[in-house]
């Protein structure tokens, strides 16, 4: 996972609370995205960014805002966690369309 | 939009046997097909792609095969070992579009 890092590893959350997942790069891609991974459902899509400044919603994005300030930046905010939003949730970058995505490692949260 | 079905969700094998891993999407417009491994713990990694103008594509142990009639493509592992045990997924995309659909995962054990 070099290249990409998520902060925190780990969180627990109570319903209700917010709180804002980081995640850099330092590969200097254009394109990141926010995945949530949770069994049996593979990974899916919450929002993407294809270059600094621009947002996209991607397959499940109700609850989450995201922000790119900067190339290097993307975050992803819980404004009030829900206990379905317990799961774990990646960051990847990538050139674009139709190229390899790198995934960070990964922030795994539980609400409760 | 984009629906990757893949089969099977959990797979054994005799160490030094072959795996194979099946995926079928349903957008004709789609021409990229990865495959990601991601380990206990780990955010998934790339091990192989191919695009829409190539029916197979190989790396060592590891090949793909496409069949762009069918719309399924297969993930083949030859004399595998323990360190193949993992979980697998495919993945699918449509030029110009930065959207990735998953697979749901394929978890693969080694038997020694």
């Known amino acids: 996972n070099a290249g990409v890092t998520q902060t925190p590893k780990f969180q627990v959350l109570k319903t209700g609370q917010s709180m804002t997942l980081q995640c850099a790069q330092d590969m200097n891609h254009n394109s990141m995205y926010w995945y949530r991974q949770d069994p049996g459902m593979g990974l899916r899509l919450i929002y993407y960014s294809a270059s600094e400044g621009t947002t996209d919603k991607g397959e499940v994005p109700n609850g989450y805002n995201v922000s790119r300030l900067n190339k290097r930046e993307f975050s992803l905010r819980l404004e009030s966690a829900a206990p379905s939003q317990t799961s774990v949730y990646f960051c990847a970058l990538g050139k674009g369309s139709s190229y390899e995505q790198y995934f960070g490692p990964g922030t795994r949260l539980t609400v409760t | ?112």
Do not use: M
């Not at chain 2, 194979?20 to 097909?33: G, L, M, P, R």
């Not at chain 2, 190539?54 to 496409?66: N, Y």
């Not at chain 2, 592992?77 to 930065?98: H, K, L, M, R, W």
């Open chain 2, 1 to 112: 939009g984009e629906n990757v079905e893949q089969h099977p969700s959990t797979l054994s094998v005799q160490e030094g046997d072959s795996a194979v891993i099946k995926c079928t999407y349903s957008d004709s417009a789609s021409n990229y097909f990865p495959w990601y491994k991601q380990e206990l713990g780990k955010g998934p990694q790339l091990i192989i792609d191919i695009r829409s103008n190539v029916g197979e594509k190989k790396d060592q142990r590891i090949a793909v095969t496409l069949n762009k009639t069918a719309k399924h493509f297969s993930l083949h592992i030859t004399e595998t070992q323990p360190e193949d045990s993992a979980v697998y997924f495919c993945a699918a995309s449509t030029a110009g579009n930065e959207k990735l659909t998953f697979g749901t995962g394929t978890r693969l054990t080694i038997i020694p």
